[in-house]
């Protein structure tokens, strides 16, 4: 069974930078096509991908943050870490991390529960 | 970037009724398009995947048809607890997008 949880501070002040960690189990993030994407979701908002790190060390990016964002994974503790700098209030969002199966052209499934980020001063 | 329309924003309708949910793409994604239920305080579940299978445990009343740039989900008979958010993804092309999402409530 896949398993992914998201940690993290719950309340940054603007400016600051934000890590979240994805821990997971059930799979490896060392087999060959596996990968592990972050997304979030602003309260009653759309969701928005951000991230995807591969098994190889590739990554990707959502344009529109790539300045801000570094996805990085530690395969023997099974985790993937997201930073994100200069963060604002209108990156108050529940942030999710979810896994992608070997070579399925990033299907993200499953999710983690998410948790709640909230920038505030 | 690829933009994924939703429709109708919000359907209101009864348990038994059939659902139809649209989403339609800016540009083709081909079959690289999936279905998400969100429940209140819970993480998106996948429900379809490339347009038209359905994943692992969902019942048989949810169905997804379409490709290119209009993907239609349909929940054959509703039950009480498919009221819920639903939203579109494609990953057809980068950047990943989603949909602003379909809110299923009961009429």
């Known amino acids: 069974q896949i398993t992914l949880k998201e940690s993290g501070p719950t309340l940054v002040k603007p400016t600051q930078t934000l890590t979240l960690t994805c821990t997971f189990s059930?799979?490896?993030?060392?087999?060959?096509?596996?990968?592990v994407g972050w997304i979030r979701q602003p309260p009653g908002k759309a969701l928005e991908w951000l991230a995807l790190i591969y098994w190889d060390d590739d990554k990707r990016y959502t344009p529109s943050l790539k300045t801000r964002l570094t996805i990085t994974k530690d395969t023997s503790k099974n985790q993937v870490v997201l930073t994100m700098t200069n963060m604002d209030p209108v990156d108050t969002a529940t942030y999710y991390c979810?896994?992608?199966?070997?070579?399925?052209?990033?299907?993200?499934?499953?999710w983690g529960q998410g948790t709640l980020v909230t920038v505030s001063s | 970037e690829i933009v994924l329309t939703q429709s109708p924003a919000t359907l209101s309708l009864s348990p038994g009724d059939r659902a139809t949910l649209s989403c339609r793409a800016s540009q083709s994604v081909s079959s690289y398009l999936d279905w998400y239920q969100q429940k209140p305080g819970q993480a998106p579940r996948l429900l379809i995947y490339?347009?038209?299978n359905r994943a692992t445990g969902i019942p048989a009343r949810f169905s997804g048809s379409g490709s290119g740039t209009d993907f239609t989900l349909t929940i054959s008979s509703l039950e009480p607890e498919d009221f819920a958010v639903y939203f579109c993804?494609?990953?057809?092309?980068?950047?990943?997008?989603f949909g602003q999402g379909t809110r299923l409530e009961i009429k």
């Open positions: 979810a896994h992608s199966r070997e070579y399925s052209r990033q299907l993200l499934d499953p």
């Open positions: 490339e347009a038209s």
């Open positions: 993804q494609q990953r057809g092309n980068w950047p990943i997008t």
């Open positions: 059930g799979f490896s993030l060392s087999t060959s096509g596996v990968a």
